[in-house]
């Protein structure tokens, strides 16, 4: 298994300034994601953070708006940029230790980071 | 498309009674199946999974989930429950060569005493 550490646990903020989250774990993973999560809903990927070439981004999220780094194995930052409310949600560190193909592997997640925007 | 289905948003089992949490999927391929608790305000936590083999799976909090191929679910079970579970529980399913995981909607999960 993975331990994971995110920063900060939760913040309030105001529209239109932006926030960093850390994303840090315990040992070199392979792969690295952000989501988000509505509460008591599912969760959403945001992007694949890739180790030294730019972040994969899902349908309907932007690099401007989130911009991600993964500087090496075992670190990434997710900013949400110029924030309004509709981005107060839970943002969530998740990783894959190891990644051959076939699927079994097990992904495992940080605590999340609970953001407030006013 | 691929995708997973829990077909209750909330669930209430009495104290020590068994428990069911549903999930059925649709995948090409042979579908890799798991599932995630996630109890207030934490991260989602890692509870069980089947790859092949043996189709009943033991997993964490005496949990335990059924495969079956030709109804295409695999449904979390305990046979006594807890107030402790009461927590949001995710089914998810990844398939092929593809890493992401198809997620369902999430079920609430109430155990009264």
């Known amino acids: 298994s993975a331990v994971i550490s995110q920063k900060p646990s939760r913040d309030i903020c105001q529209r239109g300034t932006s926030l960093t989250i850390q994303c840090q774990v315990d040992?070199?993973?392979?792969?690295m994601f952000w989501y988000r999560q509505q509460p008591g809903q599912s969760l959403t990927l945001i992007a694949t953070?890739?180790?030294?070439?730019?972040?994969?981004?899902e349908s309907g999220f932007v690099i401007d708006k989130f911009p991600i780094s993964r500087p090496n194995l075992t670190f990434s930052t997710l900013t949400v940029s110029n924030m309004s409310p509709e981005d107060s949600s839970i943002y969530l560190c998740?990783?894959?230790?190891?990644?051959?193909?076939?699927?079994?592997?097990?992904?495992?997640f940080g605590p999340g980071t609970r953001l407030l925007v006013l | 498309a691929q995708s997973v289905a829990q077909p209750e948003d909330q669930v209430n089992v009495a104290e020590g009674n068994p428990l069911t949490v549903k999930c059925t999927y649709s995948?090409?391929?042979?579908?890799?199946l798991f599932w995630y608790v996630q109890y207030p305000n934490r991260g989602l936590q890692f509870l069980l999974k089947?790859?092949?083999?043996d189709n009943l799976v033991k997993g964490s909090y005496g949990f335990e989930a059924e495969f079956n191929k030709s109804q295409t679910s695999f449904h979390l079970k305990k046979p006594s429950a807890l107030v402790s579970d009461s927590a949001l529980y995710f089914c998810?399913?990844?398939?092929?060569?593809?890493?992401?995981?198809?997620w369902g909607a999430g079920t609430k999960l109430i155990i009264k005493p």
């Open positions: 998810a399913v990844r398939a092929g060569s593809n890493y992401q995981l198809i």
């Open positions: 995948v090409s391929g042979n579908p890799y």
């Open positions: 089947y790859i092949t083999g």
């Open positions: 040992s070199q993973v392979t792969m």
């Open positions: 953070a890739n180790q030294g070439s730019e972040a994969t981004y």
């Open positions: 998740s990783v894959l230790p190891y990644w051959v193909a076939g699927g079994g592997e097990t992904q495992y």
